[in-house]
């Protein structure tokens, strides 16, 4: 199991800490991983961190990371749209 994964099972068993330590660790691993980065600013929105989720890199700018640049998310997974 990734600590994406992990991360997305702490949210799904209503988690608030434990989401955020496992995406940081995939972020550590991958600083590009655009899912994790949105996620990550997604636990701190749903917890009322909002300065937290606005000096978030995840809601800051999303073309750097990749997904408008022909990529689109679904389930929870980056695939290349048709």
Do not use: D
Not at 46 to 60: D, F, I, K, Q
Not at 62 to 81: C, E, F, K, L, N
Request: hydrophobic share 35%; proline share 4%.
């Amino acid at each position: 199991m990734s600590w994406y994964q992990l991360a997305v099972a702490f949210q799904k068993l209503g988690c608030v800490r434990e989401p955020v330590s496992a995406y940081r660790k995939a972020i550590e691993l991958n600083p590009n991983y655009a899912l994790a980065w949105f996620n990550m600013g997604g636990v701190h929105w749903n917890a009322g961190e909002l300065e937290a989720t606005r000096t978030s890199r995840s809601w800051s700018t999303p073309t750097s990371s990749g997904i408008s640049s022909g990529r689109s998310v679904r389930g929870g997974h980056s695939s290349r749209s048709i």
